[in-house]
C-alpha cells in the first residue's frame, strides 16, 4: 500500500468534509433559534446547486457571479419557507418534523418533475489540477474548500462578533430569557433561515460543477449533516466544523477500503453518541 | 352489556361482514389488489400510530416492515421453508430486534429519537443491501412464491395463488393485528399509554414504569409492521432494500396524520381516504407526493385533528345546533 | 311500366349491393391497444423515455399508413403507457394493469431490472413481452413471448473491442468500473467472455455504490492497476449524465489511457460536463449522425425524433424503433389474433432494418440469450472534443447467430 494511497483519502476526504461542514452548520444554526430541525434541508442543499445550474446554463451568467446570486436566491427562499411553514408550527417539534418531511417530498418531486429525473452535469470553472506530495487534486475542490472556509470564517464573525448574531446565541441559549431581554424573536426566525438555507445553497452551487446535480442529491446530504450536528454537539459552531471534517475524512477512507457498508457510518455514529454522549465532543446544552 | 357496546359490536360485526363479501362484490381483479394493498397500509399506519400515543414517532417503523419482509422471504425462498414456518419465526425476529433496540433508545426522547429511528431504518437498509446471501444484495430478492398451500385432511389443498385467496389471507392477518392495537389501545395500558405522552415525568414520579410500557408499544407496534411487510411479499412477490424507504413507503405518515393523530379511527379513516385518492391520482401519478406533501402540510397546519378531527367538529357542532334549537 | 319498374328496382338492388359490399362486412377500424411499460421517472428514465417515444412514433406512423390489419379487421394502434419507476414491484402491478384492465397482447419494455416481475404477469398471459437488454434468465424455451429488441452487451462490447484491436492494438489491461446494481454479475460474465475474445487482459471490475458523489476515490483505486484501458460497463444508462463526470474526475485523477463506454449516457453531457482537454481518447457506442456511415433509414427516424419531441434521441431508441415498426408491419401478416401464432411467425420473421443491413432473431447459448437483434454496426471515438464515427467490419456473426 503506496503511501499516495493512504494519503489521498485524507485530503480528498478533508476537501469534501468542508462542503459538509457548511451544510451542517445551516442545519445547526437553524435548529439553535427556531428549536427545528429542518429534514428538508437536502432538498435546499439541491436547490443552491439547481440554482447555479440554471443561472449558468440558462442565462449564461458566469460562474463566480453565479454561486452568490444563488446563495442569496436561497436565502430569501429560507426565509418564505420560515414564514409559510415553520412559524405555524410555533415551536411544536412534532409538527415541525412532520412539516419537514412534507417538504422533502415536496421539493423533490417539484425538483424531478421540473428538471427531470437525468443528473446533470456543469462545466468546471477551474477543470485543471494540481500536484500535491504526488497526489492529484482538481483545483475547483481546493477552491470549493477555502470558499467553505471563508464561509464559516464569516458565520463564525457574525455570530460571535456583530450585535444580530449575540442576540441569536442568546435564543439559542434561552429562548424566554432573551423575549425578556427584548430581543425580537419574530425577526431572527426569518434570519436564522435564510443564513441557514444560504449555507447549504452555497455548499450545493459550490459542489454542483464538481460533481453533478439531480432531484435525489439532497438525501444523502441530510444524513450526513444530521450526523455531524450530532458528533459535533447540536448548535455548536466550532462542532460542526470539527465534526463535518472528521465525517469527510471517515468517509473518504471508508469509500476506499470498505466500500458500500461504509454508508452506514454516518449513521453508526450518529447512534452511538446519542446513546453515550448526547452533547456530542463540543454541545452545549442537551 | 350497555347500549353503547352492543352497538359497538354490532357496528364491528357489520365491518367485518362487509370486508368478508368485497371479494363476492368486486369482480375487477386490479380492484381486489388495490383494496388488498389498502388492508396492509391500514395495519401498516396503525401500528405506527400505536407507537405515537406514548409520545415517541419511530420514522423508522418502515425498516420493520423490512425487517419481516426479508426473513420471511429469505427463509422460504433461499431456505425452503414453509410459509407458515417462516412467518411466525420472522415476527419474532422482529419482536426481538425491536425489544433490543427500544430498551437500548427508548431512553433518548424528542427529536433525538426521531433521528435515532431515521438513522436505524437506514442502517436496515444498507444493511440487507450488502448481503448477496440470503438477501440478494442490492436486487433483493425477486420471484417470491404465493404462500405455500395449506393441505388439510379430507379436503382440497388450500391454495394462495387466486387474488381472492390473498384477499382473504390478508384480511385474517390485517384484521388480527388491527384488533390486537385496539385492544391494547382501548385497555387500561392504552391510559398508561396516553399519560405517558401527557407527561413522562409525571408518570414516572406516580411509579409508573415508563420504560416498560413505551417498549411495549414499540415492539407490539413494530411486530404489526412486521406483519406488514411480510403480508407486502405475499402480494408483489419481491422485496428490495429501497421497498420500504422510497417516498411511496412512507407514506403512513400521511395517511396517520391527515386521518387524524388523536383516535383509533383516525388513521383508518386517513388510508381510505387517501388510497381512494391515489387511485384517482393515477393519471398524474408523478404528481402523487406532490399531492401528499401538501395535504400533510395542510393537515398540520391548519386542520389540526385532521379529517377525523374534523368530523368530530362538524358531529359535535350539529348536535349543537340541536341543542341550542330545543333550549 | 312494367319494364321501368323492373329497371327501378334492378337498379336499386345494384346500388344497395355496390354499397353494401363497399362498406364490407367487417365494421369500422377497432383499436389495438399496445402497451409500453418503462421507467418513465427514476435513475432509468432517459431510456425508458426513448424507448416510449420510439414506439409512439412507430404507432404513429403504422396508423398513418391506415393501421394492421389482421384477417379481415382493421385496427387502430392505440399506445397505452405505464411508468415503471425502475421498481419491479411497480413494474408488476402496472403490467397487471395492462394486462388485465387495458387487455393488450402487446408490450413494449423494459430494463433486466424489472423484467422477470413483468414475466410473472406476461408469460402465463400469453402477452408478447419486448424487452430491451436481454439476460439468460429472462429468454428461452421457458418463455417463449418475450423477444429482445436489442441491448444485449455483449454485442456493445464487440463493436469497441473490434474498434480498439484495430486502432490501439497496443491496449491490453482492462478495468471495468459500475455502480452496485443489479445487473452486476451480469456484466461480469459478459466481460469474462468477451475480453478473452479480443485478446485483452481483464482485471476485474471495480463497484462503486449508487449515489457516489465523488469519484476521486475509486479513480484512485482504478489507476492503481494501471489499466491501459477503463471500461466505464453500464454506467451510461446507470448513472446517466453522472458517467461523463466519471470519465472528467478518471482523466482529473492523472488518467490517460483509454476509456471504453460501451454503454452510452444520455446526448449531450459529454460535452457539457467533460472539458474539451480531457474529451479525448474515448471509445464509444455512441455514433454522430452525421457521419457519412449513417443510413438514410436511421436519419429518417432520427429526425422524425428530434422534430416530434425536440430533444436528441439515444441509441436505445433506434432499436425500439427497428424492432416496433417491424412488428407492426408483421402484424398485417397475421391471420388471427392468437398471439400463440404470432411468436411462432414473429421468431422467422425477416425484415430490412434501418441499420443498413437485413434484421432476424439470432441467440446462441454461448451467451444465454434467445431471440435478440443485431441493430447497429456504429461505433466512434471522441479525439479532442469531436465525436467521429465507424461503421465495424467483419462483426463475428459466429460468436452471437446459432447455426
Redesign the interface.
Given at each position: 500500500m503506496s503511501g499516495e494511497a493512504l494519503l489521498q483519502p485524507l485530503i480528498a476526504g478533508l476537501l469534501t468534509g468542508m462542503t459538509y461542514v457548511l451544510v451542517a452548520l445551516g442545519l445547526t444554526v437553524i435548529f439553535s433559534i427556531m428549536n427545528v430541525l429542518n429534514f428538508a434541508h437536502g432538498e435546499i442543499y439541491m436547490f443552491g446547486a439547481f440554482c447555479v445550474y440554471f443561472l449558468c446554463t440558462l442565462l449564461h451568467l458566469n460562474y463566480v457571479l453565479a454561486l452568490p446570486v444563488a446563495i442569496v436566491l436561497v436565502g430569501v427562499f429560507g426565509i418564505a419557507m420560515e414564514r409559510i411553514c415553520f412559524r405555524p408550527a410555533q415551536g411544536d417539534m412534532l409538527t415541525s418534523v412532520i412539516v419537514s418531511i412534507a417538504l422533502i417530498w415536496l421539493f423533490q418531486t417539484a425538483a424531478q418533475l421540473i428538471f427531470g429525473g437525468e443528473p446533470r452535469a456543469m462545466r468546471e470553472f477551474l477543470p485543471s489540477t494540481v500536484s500535491f506530495l504526488h497526489i492529484r487534486i482538481s483545483q475547483s475542490r481546493l477552491a470549493a474548500g477555502l470558499i467553505s472556509l471563508l464561509l464559516l470564517v464569516a458565520v463564525n464573525f457574525f455570530v460571535y462578533r456583530t450585535k444580530q448574531g449575540k442576540a441569536m446565541q442568546a435564543v439559542a441559549q434561552d429562548r424566554d430569557a432573551a423575549a425578556l431581554q427584548g430581543i425580537d424573536l419574530d425577526r431572527l426566525g426569518p434570519l436564522g433561515f435564510a443564513i441557514g438555507c444560504a449555507l447549504a445553497g452555497a455548499a450545493g452551487g459550490i459542489m454542483a460543477p464538481i460533481l453533478y446535480i439531480d432531484a435525489t442529491m439532497g438525501g444523502s446530504v441530510l444524513g450526513k449533516s444530521l450526523a455531524i450536528i450530532v458528533l459535533g454537539g447540536v448548535g455548536s459552531i466550532p462542532g460542526a466544523a470539527v465534526g463535518g471534517l472528521i465525517v469527510g475524512v471517515v468517509e473518504s477512507y471508508g469509500q476506499r477500503f470498505l466500500g458500500y457498508p461504509s454508508s452506514t457510518f454516518p449513521f453508526l455514529i450518529m447512534i452511538i453518541i446519542l446513546l453515550f454522549k448526547r452533547t456530542g465532543l463540543m454541545g452545549r446544552k442537551a | 352489556m350497555s347500549r353503547k357496546t352492543a352497538w359497538a359490536a354490532i357496528l364491528d360485526a357489520a365491518i367485518v361482514a362487509v370486508l368478508l363479501c368485497i371479494p363476492l362484490i368486486v369482480r375487477n381483479y386490479y380492484w381486489l389488489g388495490a383494496i388488498t394493498f389498502m388492508l396492509v397500509n391500514v395495519l401498516l399506519t396503525t401500528s405506527f400510530w400505536l407507537v405515537m400515543t406514548t409520545g415517541q414517532v419511530n420514522l423508522g417503523h418502515g425498516a420493520f416492515a423490512a425487517i419481516g419482509a426479508y426473513i420471511s422471504a429469505a427463509l422460504v425462498a433461499v431456505y425452503g421453508f414453509s410459509s407458515w414456518l417462516s412467518l411466525p419465526i420472522a415476527l419474532a425476529v422482529a419482536g426481538v430486534v425491536a425489544l433490543v433496540i427500544g430498551v437500548i433508545t427508548l431512553r433518548i426522547t424528542g427529536i433525538y429519537f426521531i433521528i435515532t429511528t431515521i438513522a436505524l431504518a437506514e442502517v436496515v437498509r444498507i444493511v440487507f443491501g450488502m448481503w448477496e446471501h440470503p438477501f440478494g444484495g442490492l436486487v433483493g430478492l425477486l420471484n417470491l412464491r404465493p404462500p405455500t398451500p395449506i393441505a388439510l385432511p379430507r379436503l382440497p389443498e388450500i391454495r394462495f395463488v387466486s387474488k381472492p385467496a390473498l384477499y382473504y389471507l390478508v384480511l385474517v392477518f390485517v384484521l388480527l393485528g388491527v384488533g390486537i392495537v385496539r385492544r391494547l389501545h382501548r385497555s387500561s395500558i392504552g391510559l398508561v399509554f396516553r399519560g405517558i405522552k401527557e407527561s413522562d415525568s409525571l408518570a414516572e414520579h406516580v411509579g409508573v414504569n415508563t420504560m416498560g410500557y413505551k417498549v411495549l408499544a414499540f415492539v407490539v407496534g413494530s411486530m404489526c409492521a412486521a406483519l406488514g411487510g411480510v403480508l407486502y411479499t405475499y402480494m408483489t412477490g419481491n422485496i428490495q432494500p429501497t421497498s420500504f424507504t422510497m417516498v411511496q413507503a412512507n407514506y403512513y405518515i400521511v395517511w396517520a396524520a391527515v386521518g387524524g393523530l388523536a383516535t383509533f379511527g383516525g388513521p383508518i379513516l386517513g388510508v381510505a381516504a387517501l388510497n381512494v385518492l391515489s387511485e384517482f391520482l393515477r393519471p398524474v401519478r408523478e404528481y402523487e407526493p406532490i399531492i401528499y406533501a401538501l395535504l400533510l402540510l395542510v393537515a398540520m397546519l391548519l386542520f389540526k385533528g385532521g379529517l377525523m378531527g374534523a368530523i368530530r367538529r362538524i358531529w359535535d357542532s350539529a348536535g349543537k345546533i340541536g341543542s341550542k334549537e330545543e333550549a | 311500366m312494367r319494364t321501368r319498374c323492373a329497371l327501378g328496382m334492378a337498379a336499386a338492388v345494384v346500388i344497395i349491393l355496390v354499397v353494401l359490399s363497399g362498406i364490407g362486412w367487417a365494421e369500422g377500424p377497432k383499436t389495438l391497444n399496445i402497451g409500453v411499460c418503462v421507467p418513465l421517472?427514476?435513475?432509468a428514465?432517459?431510456i425508458g423515455m426513448n424507448h416510449y417515444n420510439a414506439v409512439q412514433m412507430a404507432i404513429e406512423n403504422q396508423n398513418a399508413k391506415g393501421g394492421v390489419t389482421i384477417g379481415n379487421q382493421k385496427y387502430l394502434l392505440k399506445e397505452v403507457a405505464r411508468?415503471t419507476k425502475f421498481?419491479?414491484?411497480v413494474a408488476?402491478?402496472a403490467t397487471?394493469?395492462l394486462v388485465?384492465?387495458k387487455k393488450v397482447k402487446v408490450i413494449f419494455g423494459t430494463t433486466p431490472?424489472e423484467t422477470?416481475?413483468m414475466q410473472?404477469v406476461t408469460e402465463p398471459n400469453k402477452v408478447i413481452l419486448f424487452v430491451m437488454s436481454p439476460t439468460p434468465m429472462h429468454t428461452g424455451p421457458d418463455k417463449p413471448y418475450t423477444f429482445s429488441d436489442g441491448g444485449l452487451f455483449a454485442k456493445m462490447y464487440t463493436l469497441g473491442g473490434l474498434y480498439i484491436k484495430k486502432h490501439y492494438p497496443q491496449a491490453k489491461k482492462v478495468v471495468s468500473v459500475h455502480p452496485?446494481?443489479?445487473d452486476v454479475p451480469l456484466f461480469i460474465e459478459t466481460e469474462k467472455k468477451i475480453m478473452p475474445y479480443f485478446g485483452f487482459d481483464w482485471l476485474g471490475l471495480e463497484?462503486?455504490?449508487?449515489?457516489?458523489?465523488?469519484f476521486?476515490?475509486?479513480a484512485?483505486?482504478v489507476l492503481?492497476k494501471k489499466p491501459d484501458i477503463v471500461d466505464t460497463a453500464g454506467c451510461g444508462p446507470a448513472?446517466?449524465?453522472?458517467s461523463?463526470?466519471l470519465v472528467?474526475?478518471l482523466r482529473?485523477?492523472?488518467f490517460e489511457g483509454l476509456v471504453w463506454m460501451p454503454l452510452v449516457p444520455?446526448p449531450g453531457?459529454m460535452e457539457?460536463?467533460v472539458?474539451e482537454?480531457?474529451l479525448t481518447k474515448i471509445v464509444t457506442n455512441d455514433f454522430n449522425v452525421s457521419s457519412p456511415v449513417i443510413t438514410k433509414e436511421y436519419k429518417d427516424v432520427y429526425n422524425q425524433y428530434m422534430a416530434k419531441f425536440k430533444t436528441k434521441p439515444i441509441d436505445f431508441m433506434g432499436e425500439a424503433a427497428n424492432c416496433s415498426k417491424a412488428f407492426f408491419e408483421f402484424l398485417n401478416t397475421q391471420k388471427t389474433m392468437d398471439t400463440a401464432v404470432w411468436i411462432r411467425d414473429f421468431e422467422k420473421y425477416r425484415w430490412k432494418g434501418i441499420f443498413g443491413h437485413e434484421e432476424f432473431w439470432v441467440g446462441k447459448p454461448v451467451f444465454g440469450i434467445n431471440r435478440f437483434l443485431i441493430s447497429s454496426l456504429w461505433v466512434s471515438e471522441w479525439t479532442n472534443g469531436k465525436l467521429v464515427t465507424e461503421k465495424v467490419e467483419n462483426f463475428p456473426y459466429d460468436l452471437f447467430v446459432a447455426k
Open positions: - | - | 421517472t427514476g435513475p428514465a432517459n411508468d421498481d419491479p414491484a408488476k402491478t397487471e394493469d388485465f384492465d431490472v422477470s416481475s410473472t452496485d446494481l443489479p463497484k462503486f455504490p449508487m449515489g457516489t458523489t465523488d476521486s476515490t475509486l484512485a483505486k492503481e448513472i446517466g449524465g453522472i461523463a463526470v472528467k474526475q482529473q485523477a492523472g444520455p453531457v457539457e460536463a472539458p482537454q480531457y
